[in-house]
């Protein structure tokens, strides 16, 4: 990955607008985006993201909050109460999850 990604010509001396005052931060980016450890993570974490078998439907709030919620309205296993909430109990491995943790 190069930063001619994020620019529509392309290259390092094509700064985005945003960081034409900064050009020292969008040099680091460049580079950060160029070097061998970030596309080794990127490889990964890409990789890792295909091996997923359940999808969390949740948003940006932690599942410990939504937890803390249903216990503060009184829910007796609130852990167990998120799960519905939080992940998709249509999908197969999920649902196969839910039974699991009920019974």
């Known amino acids: 990955m ?3 990604r994020f620019t ?3 290259g390092r001396d094509v ?3 945003k960081l034409l005052h900064r050009r020292d931060e969008w040099e680091w980016l460049c580079t950060h985006f160029e070097s061998d450890k ?3 993570r990127s490889v990964a974490n890409s990789s890792n993201r295909g091996k997923k078998e359940l999808e969390h439907h949740s948003g940006r709030k932690p599942i410990i909050y939504r937890v803390a ?3 503060d ?3 007796s296993l609130p ?3 998120v799960y519905p909430v939080t992940y998709d109990i249509n999908q197969p491995k999920a649902a196969e999850h ?3 943790i009920n019974t």
């Open 2 to 4: 190069t930063c001619s």
């Open 8 to 10: 529509s010509s392309g």
């Open 38 to 40: 970030y596309k080794r």
């Open 98 to 100: 839910y039974v699991s």
């Open 79 to 81: 852990v167990v109460d």
């Open 15 to 17: 700064i985005p607008e």
């Open 69 to 71: 919620e249903l216990r």
């Open 73 to 75: 309205k009184g829910a």
